[in-house]
């Protein structure tokens, strides 16, 4: 099972991007992704980004993002793609997803078994 998150980069306040998480060994429909994010200088947060489940694509958001960030799946692609609008500068982290074998959506980082390396947001003028 192996996971590779790109996409990030530098982005004014206000702006857009759009992360990929790239899914290979495993069958990306039989997993949950999750998306979490550690900013700089602190430590990952325990409470994810978004979610989206196995099978039936139920999503779920943090309060924080909620409005502004989308999480969706390829599954042609074995890809899941987090779209991110509206950012501010305190978005600006280390953006990792990871894969669950649960199939319900759950933003607890403790539920998750496999992690991808992440790709750095920086929200900036």
């Known amino acids: 099972v192996q996971l590779q998150a790109s996409g990030g980069g530098l982005v004014q306040p206000g702006g857009s991007l759009r992360l990929s998480c790239a899914a290979s060994g495993f069958i990306l429909d039989d997993y949950s992704i999750g998306w979490f994010r550690q900013a700089p200088g602190k430590e990952r947060e325990g409470v994810g980004v978004s979610c989206i489940s196995a099978f039936d694509g139920e999503k779920d958001y943090a309060d924080s993002v909620k409005g502004r960030f989308t999480i969706s799946k390829d599954n042609a692609g074995n890809t899941v793609y987090l779209e991110m609008n509206s950012l501010k500068p305190e978005d600006t982290a280390i953006y990792y997803c990871?894969?669950?074998?649960?199939?319900?959506?759950?933003?607890?980082?403790?539920?998750?078994?496999?992690w991808g390396q992440g790709t750095l947001v920086t929200v900036s003028s």
């Open positions: 990871a894969a669950s074998v649960l199939s319900d959506c759950v933003l607890d980082r403790n539920e998750y078994d496999y």
